[in-house]
DNA sequence: CTGTTAGCGCGTTCAA
DNA sequence: TTGAACGCGCTAACAG
């Protein structure tokens, strides 16, 4: 029975094969073959062997019994608020391709900023044995809920940030802001308002302290506009824009606030003459294709990417230093002619 | 030393808790608390004093033990060419909420349409014991193929069609660029031209395919503008907009499409009457910001995603009747200014 | 460089 | 209903 197996198994097609019968049909030892898999070196005419057996089985090795057994599932979490705008459908899909090359896949879970959906995920990864985490973070986030769930996995902060002991990378949205800021001053408005949804989000805090303190810095008063959902946003958008006190230009924060701005322009029947100057953070593809084309901050999601992998994977092979560190890296400022230039 | 094991491990946080740990810490058998954690009847007070152990000892089974064990891993694999346009996106997640809600994990795996890849990523998630599949394949892909990487995996093709012996979700292609170029032939336009990306996908196929049905029906000759990116497609256009030839109005099969179509028509410096009518697929969420407001047909992405999942899982518990589906969901044509409507 | 042994953590037999 | 024993497929630790 037992030695029949691995070519019964051919036939039948009944069950997947294992190393043992790759073993027997190679006439090696399980754990030759194992290492071969592995790439570590075998004799040259071992190796062939264990090749043919290989392909003549079509055998995959199980990736289930190699965590079992290795404690490390090749597996990565990759934890978001969503995945559908156009920030982090490129960043989900940078992150897959990288992974990937580093021989990990991605294992996807969203949580639409709620705090407790967040932690049923990282209780998921733990499950799953994932090696590591990509998090960006609901708000509320902090570094005891994340340990208390998962307290040996490495995690990465990604476009947000949670404690100094956590890894991070994320834009530099401060400075950027105030660059953002300081060029909308630059073409002399003087009464230039701050758009973003969700007054939750680190990132937006961020860039919305960039803001106030240029505004403060040449005495002019920071004003915020907020609002929690889309249709919020837009409706108080438009009182302000209807209202005495009309902005001279906006600033706003997210391709969300950018849309939102961009719909109420339209719903009032803005022509292009009266629409407010605008500069938005997020070159995302349409971008350049509205009325008028919007001058924006681009991140450089591709390095973000790299960067918060390149900080994972050092955890995970132990090559990092032990100190954790906050990578942050500075947007671009795309010029186009929504803040009034040309 | 085995009998303290329980207890040490919390205090020394070496190693994470296992059944065996919360039955000793709870005085019952392995197999009881596996029971219990997957909802086999036991009695009350013994339930209880598991529910203690577990949240006590943090807990969590290990996923790849039950894999292993099992032959389950309660993960599907979302196989895609990309994820990073509006379409895309929105379906992935879709997918990972609702693969969630019924107890799955999503790995995510892009192709880039590239065959090769796909066939690795078919390959990998046999390796991980995915339990199911959706995939949206790459050209070139046969039920031959898939079938020698992924003999045993139940696979649903979305937005894609392989074969009828497997499951696929589509959108009714044909039949809604059928629709969408008689609307525009209602406006009285005659010399309508289609233009798409990549001529091998499948969709695109499909619906060029319904746009030359209805233009011979007319005794109009089809035009169709193909390329393989999106530089060259904008390049194409333009000669085609300078040409003598000068179409009368544009289908065009994707949002990828309708930018480029956008895009030249802002290189050009195009006022808004010199612009050819435009009617695209996909209702991205700057359909209605650009010049003029798209007119678009809307695929009806939530039902395709669940309808998808649904097929799937009725196949995973066996529920399903053993002939194959091709469920085909009809688009909506969202009716604005771009195609000469109002 | 190789084969043998053991056990990762769980679910599934079987008896009781 | 419960518990003990076994084994899923693999790799780490040994001995050769």
């Known amino acids: 029975m037992k030695i029949a197996s691995a070519r019964t198994r051919i036939k039948l ?9 790759v073993a027997e049909l190679a006439h090696v030892g399980a754990s030759t073959v194992s290492r071969f898999l592995r790439g570590v070196p075998v004799r040259p005419k071992v ?4 090749a043919q057996a290989v392909k003549a089985l079509g055998y995959e090795p199980d990736e289930s019994a190699r965590a079992l057994r290795s404690g ?9 608020p969503k995945v559908s705008n156009a920030f982090f459908s490129q960043s989900v899909q940078l992150m897959e391709e990288q992974a990937r090359q580093r021989g990990c896949t991605v294992i996807l879970l ?40 998962i307290p040996e996995v490495p995690v990465v902060a990604f476009d947000s940030y949670i404690s100094s002991s956590i890894d991070s990378v994320l834009l530099d949205n401060r400075e950027v802001a105030r660059t953002a800021t300081e060029h909308l001053l630059g ?11 969700k007054p939750e989000t680190y990132s937006f805090q961020e860039r919305a302290a960039g803001y106030s303190e240029v505004m403060s810095a040449q005495s002019l008063i920071p004003r915020l ?26 600033l706003s924060l997210s391709d969300f606030a950018s849309r939102s701005i961009l719909t109420v322009y339209r719903d009032l029947g803005l022509k292009m003459a009266e629409r407010i100057p605008v500069l938005g953070f997020d070159d995302f593809d349409f ?56």
Chains 1, 2 share one sequence.
């Open 287 to 342: 971008a350049q294709l509205v009325d008028p084309p919007l001058t924006v901050i681009r991140q450089p999601i591709a390095e973000m990417v790299s960067n918060s992998l390149a900080l994972l994977f050092s955890r995970l092979d132990g090559s990092a230093p032990k100190k954790t560190r906050a990578i942050s890296l500075t947007g671009e400022l795309i010029l186009r002619r929504s803040c009034g230039c040309a």
């Open 187 to 197: 073409h002399g408005y003087r009464n230039v308002v701050c758009v973003f949804g």
């Open 72 to 80: 490390r599932s090749r597996t990565i979490g990759l934890v978001l």
């Open 13 to 21: 097609q009944k069950k997947r094969a294992t190393v043992t019968d």
């Open 225 to 250: 506009l907020t609002a929690p959902s889309y249709e919020l946003l837009g409706s108080v958008l438009q009182e302000v824009l209807q209202g005495k006190d009309r902005p001279e230009a906006l």
């Open 110 to 149: 969203t949580h639409g900023d709620r705090l407790a959906e967040q932690l049923e995920h990282l209780a998921t990864l733990r499950r799953y044995r994932a090696d590591g985490v990509i998090l960006t973070c609901a708000p509320g986030t902090t570094t005891r809920i994340i340990r208390s769930v």
């Open 47 to 50: 190796a062939e062997r264990v």
